[in-house]
């Protein structure tokens, strides 16, 4: 992103017409960024809270007096109770190696803070591709446009990927297929030759039964599966029960339309899959992963530019993980909270020795995000919680903080940015002065090390040191990069092999204990884990429990085949996926963006909304036994017969009723990699 600036003041923003990944364009969420910089509500000034918890009244303080009430009551709680009392709270509102995902995790671990395990978002796809092609970027994003069949597999590109979107229209300029397998008739979908409508959850079921097809009609790169797999006989031997008659059954999916998806893949190459953050977020959202990311090697399709799979290009970076998080720092012994169950936490529901009382949110907004919006609001409100949240703005979490910090923009702070969408390394450059007293996350985590008598240099670095070592220099994939040269042109591809010669895996060299790719997971022996990335490396990784070598269909937590009385009550399935204008919760209260997505709203299909005698337009109450929240009704054949679709990121305090689909969102784990499990959700809508 290009800024503009004028008299010290940003102006408007642009995408980068030099960039060969996002040529110029920004997304809908970005655009006219400056909105959000000097949007007339913005947090600039420490703040304490004035009113009763979650009024969102405060009054101005200093920095001196915020910092001293901080750290007097982190103190206060670890002589009172330990430091297992404290919990911090964040994830991804801020991207970055600086100012991102481990920011504060040094900080928390040397205090003893129990641990915030972050499982949200790609936990469960994580696992079961590393158990299956090990921790390989895959493919090039930019080489989908050597690809002659493309399968967009849970991915609303258009709305969460947009800047691959081109790569994909030149594919199909070229004659390549586009299909789309999603519930929902997504932008993507509209675009595509052909969209694959299935039931949610049951993905797994249709992929095996692609297996099934391409083994038994000897669709198979015998020779690539010889080479460069293992475990083929015994998946072989697995996927004779999953028929596509067994999976059109589950999925919705017509057996005929199974057949010749399985024949097209196999025999159209070089064919690409690429699979989204929604694709895990049933119960057996885990292998269901395995299972997509087995397909390209049973027909070879690494063996071309254009040909794979594409899950993270996130692996690619050689990122210091160690010295980012500190894991070191954690005291054996230190509990593990999942930020999935936060509610549960804070109303003492989870069995915890020592209660949490005193709570550190940044970069999240768990009363959007998180799931059990009902018990969040109650713990939040337990006035013995001590609660500190640093934001751009009073978000509905903000509402009831005791201290409230204000955060830096990313035009108002350095960060050295990796990417999960493209190879290329970016350096973000301020492009102001802080506005306020706002600061960067990097510099809040200073000015509490120094305020509780830290005395490790660790805690003091600059974020030019944090950026030296937060990137393995020396790794083959940054030959040729350095900070100097990312100051002057801002970003540089990774040292790997252009797009149109990049095919990673042609002759194997999969980075998995066998070096092949694992359609029988040699990691399954060790039981579900949980990636370091995603718990800091902490001790004991290993949650124990069967966990399956071949990749195997699990039916949904909620259905009507596990659970009939549940179904026959909330006959619905709820999906939230991201909204289109909203960065999960970010941007929820944009005027600009709030006009692009509309009311908080419900797709329902017409001949389900006509038996509950909903209009189009009318206001509807989504229910179930967790919850319930108003939303508009559009009754559109967007939506899958059977299927309800509430997009995520409108703000509680926006809401028609105080309450968001986060109300109804259920808290189990998905099979590995304690995914959640939004799309596994029962619900009834009626009128009203």
């Known amino acids: 992103m290009l800024v503009k600036v004028k008299d010290g003041k940003v102006t408007g923003v642009q995408g980068n017409p030099d960039h060969p990944f996002t040529q110029g364009r920004l997304c809908a969420k970005t655009n006219h960024y400056q909105e959000r910089v000097y949007h007339p509500e913005r947090v600039l000034y420490p703040m304490r809270r004035k009113g009763p918890k979650g009024a969102g009244q405060f009054e101005r303080i200093g920095w001196d007096e915020a910092l001293e009430t901080v750290s007097a009551r982190l103190r206060a709680t670890i002589a009172r109770s330990g430091p297992h ?12 190696l600086v100012n991102g995902l481990t920011v504060g995790d040094p900080f928390f671990n040397k205090l003893g803070a129990t ?58 300029r070229n004659g390549a297929k586009l299909i789309v397998i999603d519930p929902v008739r997504t932008r993507g979908a509209q675009q595509a030759d052909q969209h694959i409508r299935i039931r949610p959850g049951t993905d797994a079921a249709l992929a095996l039964a692609m297996m099934h097809v391409i083994v038994n009609e000897g669709l198979t790169d015998a020779d690539y599966v010889e080479k460069y797999t293992t475990g083929f006989d015994e998946l072989q031997a697995h996927v004779q029960q999953y028929t596509p008659e067994f999976a059109a059954e589950v999925t919705g999916v017509d057996a005929e339309v199974i057949r010749v ?127 500190v949240v640093s934001e751009h703005f009073v978000t509905d979490t903000a509402r009831y903080a005791d201290i409230l910090l204000p955060a830096t923009t990313q035009v108002e702070q350095a960060d050295l940015m990796f990417s999960w969408g493209h190879f290329y390394l970016t ?86 204990p066998s070096g092949k790719v694992e359609l029988k997971a040699s990691m399954a022996a060790g039981g579900n884990f949980v990636l370091p990335v995603f718990r800091q490396g902490y001790a004991g990784l290993q949650d124990g429990g069967p966990v399956d070598a071949l990749p195997t269909f699990r039916p949904r937590h909620e259905t009507g085949a596990t659970d009939a009385a549940l179904a026959a009550s909330y006959p619905l399935s709820m999906m939230s996926p991201k909204g289109h204008a909203f960065l999960n919760s970010n941007y929820g209260n944009m005027r600009r963006q709030l006009a692009h997505q509309g009311p908080q709203y419900v797709m329902i299909h017409p001949a389900d909304a ?79």
């Open 115 to 172: 641990v915030s395990e972050r499982t949200f978002c790609d936990s469960g796809a994580c696992t079961g591709y590393i158990m299956t092609v090990g921790p390989t970027p895959g493919m090039d994003p930019e080489s989908f446009q050597h690809s002659r069949l493309i399968i967009l597999w849970a991915c609303n590109m258009l709305s969460t990927n947009a800047h691959m979107w081109p790569f994909v229209e030149k594919a199909q």
């Open 261 to 387: 998806l399985a024949r097209e893949y196999a025999t159209v190459q070089p064919s690409a899959i690429r699979i989204g953050v929604g694709i895990e977020r049933s119960a057996g959202g885990g292998q269901l992963v395995r299972a997509v990311t087995s397909l390209p090697a049973l027909v070879g399709a690494w063996r071309k530019p254009g040909g794979g799979i594409l899950q993270l290009p996130l692996w690619a970076f050689p990122i210091n993980w160690d010295g980012l998080h500190r894991a070191d720092f954690i005291p054996e012994g230190t509990p593990v909270v999942n930020q999935w169950q936060l509610g549960r936490a804070l109303t003492h529901d989870l069995g915890l020795q020592t209660p949490i009382e005193t709570l550190f949110v940044y970069n999240s907004n768990p009363l959007v995000v998180a799931p059990d919006q009902a018990r969040l609001v109650e713990g939040l409100s337990r006035e013995d919680l001590f609660t």
């Open 85 to 96: 009392a404290i919990l911090p709270y964040s994830y991804l509102g801020t991207q970055g």
């Open 427 to 512: 350096l973000n450059q301020p492009s102001v002065a802080p506005i306020g007293e706002a600061v960067s996350n990097a510099e809040l985590f200073r000015r509490l090390a120094r305020a509780m008598g830290f005395d490790d240099p660790f805690f003091y670095r600059d974020d030019e040191q944090i950026m030296r070592e937060s990137m393995v220099w020396d790794h083959p994939a940054l030959q040729g990069i350095s900070m100097e040269g990312l100051r002057a042109t801002g970003y540089a591809r990774l040292n790997l092999p252009a797009p149109d010669s990049y095919a990673p895996h042609a002759e194997g060299g999969f980075p998995t």
């Open 610 to 688: 006509a038996v509950r005698g909903i209009a189009h337009e009318d206001v509807v109450t989504v229910r179930n036994g967790r919850g319930s929240f108003k939303a508009q009704a559009r009754v559109t054949e967007d939506a899958m017969a059977g299927v309800v679709v509430a997009p995520l990121g409108f703000w509680v305090a926006g809401s028609i009723a105080g309450a968001t689909p986060a109300a109804l969102n259920p808290t189990a784990f998905a099979d590995l990699g304690r995914a959640p499990t939004f799309s596994d959700n029962l619900v009834e809508v009626v009128p009203g």
